[in-house]
Nanobody, 120 residues
Framework: QVQLVESGGGLVQPGGSLRLSCAAT??????????MSWYRQAPGKEREVVAF????????HYADSVKGRFTISRDNDKTTVYLQMNSLKPEDTAVYYC???????????WGQGTQVTVSS
């Protein structure tokens, strides 16, 4: 069973930065076959996708609300995905989750989430 563990969340002032990490273990297929995404869910709102990165890292996509501020990246040797978040705004406050799926499977795997709070 694939395990995804997020870390790096916390409290930051508006305009600040955080880097989230998502470490994958117990993977069934090579990590480079897993497309990885970051989602977030704010209180009272639905979970929304923030960013996606392909298995090789050659393709990335972002929600309009974070384009130019967030960067998704991965280190396949470390089986880890990152989300660099800059110029944070109060509306970025949410629990952030990573999700992974291999091209060889229909199973989605989710982490437990990490809280990001942007407040002065």
């Amino acid at each position: 069973q694939v395990q995804l563990v997020e870390s790096g969340g916390g409290l930051v002032q508006p305009g600040g930065s955080l880097r989230l990490s998502c470490a994958a273990t117990e993977i069934t297929f090579p990590f480079s076959t897993y497309g990885m995404s970051w989602y977030r869910q704010a209180p009272g709102k639905e979970r929304e996708v923030v960013a996606f990165i392909s298995g090789t890292g050659g393709s990335t996509h972002y929600a309009d609300s974070v384009k130019g501020r967030f960067t998704i990246s991965r280190d396949n040797d470390k089986t880890t995905v990152y989300l660099q978040m800059n110029s944070l705004k109060p509306e970025d406050t949410a629990v952030y989750y990573c999700k992974g799926r291999s091209v060889y499977s229909t199973q989605d795997y989710w982490g437990q989430g990490t809280q990001v709070t942007v407040s002065s």
